[in-house]
């Protein structure tokens, strides 16, 4: 099987202040194309700093990062920014929605950096509102959808321009059980019918139990990547 | 274009601020082509000033009276073309409110030294024929719906007439068409009679004039004609000061105040205070949007597409504001500007709030906008 991901002896040092502390220490991992990974792990363990370096939202200090077919260490900034926007959707903790824009709006927002047409956009934009089920919200602003309606919109707003990888932090992290089911059930089908590869930063071991395979970190290493029958 | 969503987005994302924001620049601007639109005026004015045309007063004041003897010796200096002659008095038509430049004066002479004013020959005519005629201007006859044959009583509470009143009666006899740079000032808003008629049927005054309008064959000798004509009647009890035409309106505006210095003096104090609020809003709204504007780069928008994102929120804002601004000023001096003559804002004037909008937003946007552009995401994502 193709590797989505493969990361080669990873190292990443944050400078605070006159500091340098290194957070990963040296990993390797690989993901194959539509897996659906749970990377779990106490708080400062690394994984958000890992789904970041997987995201194209920061450079590793030292390795190699290859993610969708492309050495991503080494573009720069302007290539890294269109690499993402062709590549990776995301997924975020407080669905980090536009609040002056209404749902579709929002959801359109990544199509902005394609050449597609107004008429294109639009019709993408209904099928992805289609796919989390709120085709009947697309005129609402974020203020006025529930957490879980904010999750989907957002969820929409990263599989519009048909990236291969989603990446999600904590995607469940802001809502009650029922929501995080419903939320966790769309990414399965997202990753079952629509063969999208993801790799979500979860807490919660029912969450991490919708996945194909867990990956387990603490004090930025790998400390376990059992596959599950999820 | 299809970016404008986010933009437009950026600028209402706190409706209240934006709105006081848009007024200050509005009233800014408002304020700015008002009074650059009547400083450019009167300056234009001047500039379009006949350099051929010289105007003598009495040496004591404008408002002095002098001899109607003075006209025929002032024809007798080499280079003087033509000579009119005006006395003014305030008046008023029915009601003191509805007052009027009126102004006795030569009128064949007139027509010919002030030609923008298009009083043509068949008026002259009409007006000699007729002794208590009057020509009027379009703006006034609009005004007052005064047409042709209509016999229009005028008030002048500084002249009575011989017969104890201040009310002298004209018929009108002909409407003039002035230029455009000249219908709205007081030459083309005035009420023109016969001197003969009203130096006759005044009380007292008789036989004086307030001011002559003297041609000259050439312009570069200006000065050379005025100091001759000055010394016709230098020692006399009738002394004389005889100046270009633009420069007696330009003393007479002097005497007012310094317009260009106060009007540039308010302005550049009103765009300094608004630069620092337009500015401070422009900071705020991009420090509060951190988290957004971190969403959109990691949604694969550039660094450079952040900066114009921000600069072009500045530049809607502040170019939409100052056109508002300047098309109230438009209207407002519409209004207001019949009282000195000036009712449109220069071209000029447009072109420079288009300039100074411009300037505005590049500088209170600049230093956002590269705020924007330097983000880093992971750290504005983490809210650090």
Known sequence: MSKAIELRNIVKTYTRGNQKVEVLHGLDLEVDTGEFVALMGPSGSGKTTLLNLIAGLDNPTK???????????????????????????????????????????????????????????????????????????????????????????????????????????????????????????????????????????????????????????????????????? | MKYFMLIWAGIWRKPVRTILTMLSIVVAFLLFGMLQGVNQGINSQLANNNGNRLWTISRMSQVQAIPIGHMSRIKTVAGVREVAHLSFFGGYFQDSRNSIGAFATNIDAFANVYPELRITPEMVQAMQTTRTGAVIGKPLAEKFKWKVGDQIPIGMPTMSNKAGSNTYMFDIVGIFDPTPEIANSPLGTGFWFNYDYFTEARAFGAGSVHQYITTITDARKAGEISSAIDKLFANSPDETRTQTEAASLQAQLKQLADINFIVNAIVGAVLFTLLFLTANTMMQSVRERIPELAVLRTLGFSSTSMLVLVLSESFLLCAFAAMLGLGLGAIGLRGLGTMIGITAIPTIVVVMGIGIAALLALASGLPPALRAQRLNIVDALAGR
């Open chain 1, 63 to 230: 390795g190699e990062l290859k993610v969708a077919g492309e050495n991503i260490e080494k573009l720069s900034g302007a290539a890294l920014a269109k690499w993402r926007s062709r590549n990776i959707g995301f997924v975020f903790q407080f669905y980090n929605l536009l609040p002056v824009l209404t749902a579709e709006r929002n959801v359109e927002v990544p199509l902005l950096l394609t050449n597609l047409s107004s008429a294109q956009r639009k019709k993408n934009v209904a099928a992805a509102l289609q796919l989390v089920g709120l085709a009947d919200r697309a005129h609402h602003k974020p203020s006025e959808l529930s957490g879980g309606q904010q999750q989907r919109v957002s969820i929409a707003r990263a599989i519009v321009a048909d990236p291969t990888i989603l990446v999600c932090d904590e995607p469940t992290g802001d809502l009650d059980r029922e929501n995080a089911e419903e939320i966790l059930g769309l990414l399965q089908t997202l990753n079952r019918s629509h063969g999208k590869t993801i790799v979500m930063v979860t807490h919660d071991p029912l969450a991490a139990n919708h996945a194909s395979r867990q990956i387990h970190m603490d004090k930025g290493r790998l400390v376990d990547g059992s596959r599950t029958a999820a």
